[in-house]
Nanobody, 123 residues
Framework: HVQLVESGGGSVQAGRSLRLSCAASRYTVSRNCMAWFRQAPGKERERVAGIDDDGSTSYADSVKGRFTISKDNAKNTLYLQMNSLKPEDTAMYCC??????????????????WGQGTQVTVS
């Protein structure tokens, strides 16, 4: 069935890096809007980064210059490279996907397909 499966989370010290992966099954990453969201305890889910079919990217102000979203169309996988991690980056990170229309607003409600999430803890 169609699914997104994240991996790569973990516990790291501030200043270190992590790379998250989101492998898609029965869903074509290259043709759709893909995004990373995160949710910290007691906070609303927020979009971290997005990428559309031609590789155009966008980022939340809080991660610009530190995080990079990318995709490998051959592997049908989405990535999030996170550098210079801060304690405030601690959250559950989820990948999401929908048609290209979703990239216009990139709100939570615009995405119908979600992964189960991977925890990132920065101390």
């Amino acid at each position: 069935h169609v699914q997104l499966v994240e991996s790569g989370g973990g516990s790291v010290q501030a200043g270190r890096s992590l790379r998250l992966s989101c492998a898609a099954s029965r869903y074509t990453v290259s043709r759709n809007c893909m995004a990373w969201f995160r949710q910290a305890p007691g906070k609303e889910r927020e979009r971290v980064a997005g990428i559309d079919d031609d590789g155009s990217t966008s980022y939340a102000d809080s991660v610009k210059g530190r995080f990079t979203i990318s995709k490998d169309n051959a592997k049908n996988t989405l990535y999030l490279q996170m550098n210079s991690l801060k304690p405030e980056d601690t959250a559950m990170y989820c990948c999401a996907a929908d048609s290209l229309l979703a990239c216009a607003r990139s709100l939570v409600i615009d995405f119908k397909l979600w992964g189960q999430g991977t925890q990132v803890t920065v101390s």
